[in-house]
């Protein structure tokens, strides 16, 4: 079994920037989705960012234009970009991995993003 690891998160002021990391314990190249959802406190989970094999890219309407994701299966690993940080931006951030748009079978432990205004 696959287990996928983030890092990354911390804390930064808002109108700054981070570049979370999940990197898989193994060869990410079979997967089909990986993506990124985040959960603040009292909130439900909610997807960020998730990319098919490399395109076909859907970002949530809250991080367009400021949060970028992309993957590079050389290193088993899928960045989250995320510029223009806002403290609404604020929560534990989770990588997840699937067979498809529709399903999320792997997820890791989660990093804490925090950003204060």
């Known amino acids: 079994q696959v287990r996928l690891v983030e890092s990354g998160g911390g804390l930064v002021q808002a109108g700054g920037s981070l570049r979370l990391t999940c990197t898989a314990s193994g060869n990410i190249s079979s997967i089909n989705v990986m993506g990124w959802n985040r959960q603040a406190p009292g909130e439900q989970r909610e997807l960020v960012a998730r990319?098919?094999?490399?395109?076909?890219?859907l970002y949530a309407d809250s991080v367009k234009g400021r949060f970028t994701i992309s993957r590079d299966n050389s290193q088993n690993s899928i960045y989250l970009q995320m510029d223009s940080l806002k403290p609404e931006d604020t929560a534990i951030y989770f990588c997840?991995?699937?067979?498809?748009?529709?399903?999320?079978?792997?997820w890791g432990q989660g990093t804490q993003v925090t950003v204060s205004s």
């Open positions: 990319q098919y094999r490399g395109y076909n890219t």
């Open positions: 997840a991995a699937g067979p498809d748009v529709f399903t999320w079978d792997l």
